[in-house]
């Protein structure tokens, strides 16, 4: 069964610049969850979803950060405009409708704003 | 606010050795709390999961314990190998209504062949 697939792996970009960080869940599993994980501030929940609807966007940092999820197998995470503070791997995982709350995470995109 | 605490940052241990690993949390009214496993470059792998109603779990060389009293779990792993280097973070989970799982900021183990 393949894992959490998220892409790209790598992106640079300037300023100003758009960036979506795409992201494919396990099939099956009904929470989503975006994290972004920096040397300083570690692992932080952006946003997650259930059932593709989002329950809790209270970890994303300002309106410059936007995340959807259209369908059970995809989200997206947007930044626009992005900022060098932004730089930071950004982390995707998913998690199955039980109560163990165990989380399965991706691989991550490795995000730098030149 | 729960707070997850991992000390120290960094252990480096000669292989074969026995070791454990700390993670206190400050909010004891935890669903279950989850230790993970990341290599450089890679993204989190879930090693144990222990729920609250329960003391320890084990799997291998691993084994993790929790103590709610006190906001203390431990993972021990057993004749260390140098493939078991890579940084190690716990995660409390506060309840079956919430997700927002509290990550401590992980403990850098280097095994020494």
């Known amino acids: 069964d393949a894992g959490v697939i998220q892409s790209p792996r790598h992106e640079v970009t300037e300023m100003g610049q758009e960036v979506t960080l795409r992201c494919k869940p396990i099939?099956?599993?009904?929470?989503l969850f975006w994290y972004r994980q920096t040397m300083m501030r570690g692992l932080e929940l952006l946003i997650y979803f259930n059932n593709n609807v989002p329950i809790d966007d209270s970890g994303m940092p300002e309106d410059r950060f936007s995340a959807k999820m259209p369908n059970a197998s995809f989200s997206t995470l947007k930044i626009q405009p992005s900022e060098p503070r932004d730089s930071a791997v950004y982390f995707c995982?998913?998690?199955?409708?039980?109560?163990?709350?165990?989380?399965?995470f991706g691989e991550g995109s490795r995000l730098t704003v030149l | 606010k729960q707070e997850v605490t991992q000390i120290p940052a960094a252990l480096s241990v000669p292989e074969g050795e026995n070791l454990v690993l700390n993670c206190s949390f400050t909010d004891s009214a935890i669903y279950n709390l989850q230790w993970f496993r990341q290599d450089p470059g890679k993204g989190l792998t879930s090693l144990l999961l222990?729920?609250?109603?329960?003391r320890e779990q084990t799997s291998g060389r691993l084994n993790a314990s929790l103590d709610k009293s006190s906001g203390r779990s431990t993972l021990y792993i057993a004749a260390s190998q140098p493939g078991d280097s890579a940084t190690y973070l716990c995660a409390a989970h506060p309840g079956a209504g919430s997700y927002q799982l509290t990550f401590g900021k992980g403990t850098k183990l280097s095994v020494i062949p």
């Open positions: 222990i729920q609250s109603s329960q």
């Open positions: 995982a998913s998690s199955p409708n039980r109560n163990t709350g165990e989380l399965f």
């Open positions: 099939s099956g599993h009904d929470y």
